[in-house]
């Protein structure tokens, strides 16, 4: 089925990109990506295949800790190009290993539609096909805001696992960005100093942030408030 918005004529999704939109059948039925999102941010993760090792970790972790996205009003969809089926066995499986018990839906994409919409087909290694000969997903990550523009975008390589943590932290880091026109930097987690943004003039700054520290004159740092 087509996008809702056109893609790039390269086939590539940029930061900035309007998400497109998708119908499919996921392991907990069939979704609108748009209806599914409402006017939440989504974090949406790509897997090559069901049943396989890192994969298996990656969806327990993110299951486990579901309820920190909740609180950032975030919802999670991953993607596996299997069958619904599969995936409903798969799960079984991630829930004994990792202790998790998975609800967020997982797409069914055997035919790698969704996938190459969202540019997340191994170009790199052609032969990394499935038995059909069909060619494998990449693992990829997308922060996507309410708007459905794109935010973040993470490619990994088949033998590294994702980190739950630095997906939190990013979206952590773009809300209070968005929040408070602010930037944030090296390692920053909630609490740390933030940078104020430099299209922010220091009469804006004095009446924003009276507190803040010019460390260089396009570094001037400061605290947020502390959120109830």
């Known amino acids: 089925m087509a996008s809702s918005f ?10 900035g990109s ?9 392991s907990v039925g069939p979704i609108d990506l748009y209806q599914y999102m409402g006017d939440s941010w989504l974090v949406f993760f790509s897997h090559p295949d069901d049943f396989t090792p890192v994969c298996t970790t990656e ?16 919802k999670l969809v991953g993607l596996s190009a299997n069958t619904v089926e599969l995936h409903q066995a798969w799960i079984k499986d991630i829930d004994e290993i990792t202790g998790s018990k998975l609800t967020f839906p997982i797409i069914a994409d055997p035919q790698r539609r969704i996938a190459t919409l969202y540019d997340q087909i191994d170009y790199q290694d052609a032969t990394n096909v499935d038995d059909k000969g069909v060619q494998m997903t990449i693992r990829s990550v997308y922060i996507i805001d309410p708007s459905k523009t794109i935010r973040l975008i993470i490619s990994y390589p088949a033998s590294c696992g994702r980190n739950t943590a ?11 960005s968005d929040k408070y026109k602010v930037t944030t930097p090296i390692n920053w987690i909630p609490g740390d100093d933030v940078i104020i943004h430099p299209t922010i003039t220091d009469s804006q700054a004095n009446e924003m942030f009276p507190k803040y520290r010019v460390i ?11 959120e109830k």
């Open 166 to 176: 630095e997906v939190l932290r990013v979206l952590d880091s773009l809300q209070t």
């Open 216 to 226: 260089k004159p396009y570094l001037r740092l400061t605290q947020l408030p502390l």
């Open 6 to 15: 056109p893609v790039p004529k390269d086939g590539r999704l940029r930061l």
């Open 59 to 74: 969806l327990g972790a993110f299951s486990k800790i579901e309820d920190e996205f909740t609180k950032r009003h975030a």
């Open 18 to 26: 309007i998400a497109p939109n998708f119908q499919a059948d996921t």
